[in-house]
């Protein structure tokens, strides 16, 4: 399985990006999807999951409110809507497939590049 995130880039605080993860190589509807995202010199950190169907989804606290997973399983892409951007949002943001809908990595299996999101202040 190849999962390709993207999307990433600089933007102000209080702007928005969209990330997008586009899947190939197993059926997209089987799994649960996820968004980590890792700053530097910390540990990976949870972000959202979405059930296979799209119906359910959690969010961390820090991003509760402010950011969207959505999923398009025609398309068999995973998306992240974030809007009111901060500063402590600068990570790389990784893409993940998984059998159980966590907010633990080791649960996910199959993982994207990481796509770097930088917010200035």
């Known amino acids: 399985v190849q999962l390709q995130a993207s999307g990433g880039g600089l933007v102000q605080a209080g702007g928005s990006l969209r990330l997008s993860c586009a899947v190939a190589?197993?059926?997209?509807?089987?799994?649960?999807m996820g968004w980590f995202r890792q700053a530097p010199g910390k540990e990976r950190e949870f972000v959202a999951s979405i059930s296979r169907g799209g119906s359910d989804t959690y969010y961390a606290d820090s991003v509760k409110g402010r950011f969207t997973i959505s999923r398009d399983n025609a398309k068999k892409t995973l998306y992240l809507q974030m809007n009111s951007l901060k500063p402590e949002d600068t990570a790389a943001y990784y893409c993940?497939?998984?059998?159980?809908?966590?907010?633990?990595?080791?649960?996910?299996?199959?993982w994207g590049q990481g796509t770097l999101v930088t917010v200035s202040s």
């Open positions: 993940a497939q998984g059998s159980s809908q966590t907010a633990y990595p080791h649960d996910y299996d199959s």
């Open positions: 190589g197993r059926t997209f509807s089987r799994y649960v």
